[in-house]
């Protein structure tokens, strides 16, 4: 099955509002990774949080790794905001693999 | 931030052939990775590769693929030979150490025709 779950698969907002993002996991994770993927294609790291809360300019990361969940927190949508968001676990136990979810697609608009 | 940088951005190969997606990682990182995102799936892990040897590598990673990154320049990809199934972005990655924040490129798109 389905190692990292996100949802929603999609989420629709206007300009200015909040997006909450989650990320669940099925097995032991020593950290979580969120990326941004470009409609292009391209991967931008965001943050990166083995536990607890990160915040970076208006994104915020909470990993609960006990409870297998993470979420990210956006606030304050921008139309360049718009993407898909992709959440990726790391097993640990001497692996550097990441596992991705399917992503979040995020469009915000005006 | 940090640059990895992927040439070419697109390539397009008859069945059969032989390609090398090419990587340039940031300058002083020390580990690799290639991941493999088919259209509209998720991304896959391939490999990884440090101190030139091959760490981890996914049932993806098959036989007809490999890796090396000769006298520190590009970190490469080959396909010997392509099957229409390879058809993905090939997402090249890397890190200063192990496990840690990774910096992807933009992709290349193989096309196997």
């Known amino acids: 099955g389905q190692q990292v779950q996100q949802s929603p698969a999609s989420l629709v907002l206007q300009e200015g509002e909040n997006a909450e993002l989650q990320c669940n996991f099925s097995?032991?994770?020593?950290?979580l990774q969120w990326f941004y993927q470009r409609p292009g294609g391209s991967l931008v790291s965001l943050l990166s949080?083995?536990?607890g809360t990160k915040h970076t300019g208006r994104l915020t990361s909470t990993t609960v790794t006990k409870e297998r969940r993470g979420s990210l927190h956006i606030s304050s949508s921008q139309i360049t905001d718009s993407g898909t968001y992709l959440c990726?676990?790391?097993?640990?136990?001497?692996?550097?693999?990441?596992?991705f979810g399917e992503g979040t697609k995020l469009t915000v608009s005006s | 931030g940090p640059k990895v940088l992927q040439i070419p951005s697109h390539q397009i190969i008859d069945m059969g052939q032989m390609v090398t997606l090419n990587c340039d990682p940031v300058?002083?990182?020390?580990?690799f990775y290639w991941y493999k995102q088919i259209l509209g799936q998720q991304m896959e892990f391939l490999v990884n590769?440090?101190?030139?040897?091959?760490?981890?590598k996914s049932k993806l990673f098959k036989d007809q693929f490999s890796v090396e990154r000769p006298d520190g320049s590009y970190f490469t990809l080959k396909i010997q030979p392509t099957a229409l199934e390879d058809s993905a972005v090939y997402f090249c990655?890397?890190?200063?150490?192990?496990?840690?924040?990774?910096?992807f490129g933009a992709g290349t798109r193989l096309s196997v025709l």
């Open positions: 097995s032991t994770a020593t950290r």
């Open positions: 990726a676990m790391e097993r640990g136990g001497g692996s550097a693999k990441l596992i």
């Open positions: 300058s002083n990182h020390l580990y």
């Open positions: 990655a890397s890190s200063l150490n192990w496990a840690e924040t990774l910096y």
């Open positions: 949080n083995p536990s």
């Open positions: 590769f440090y101190n030139g040897k091959v760490m981890e």
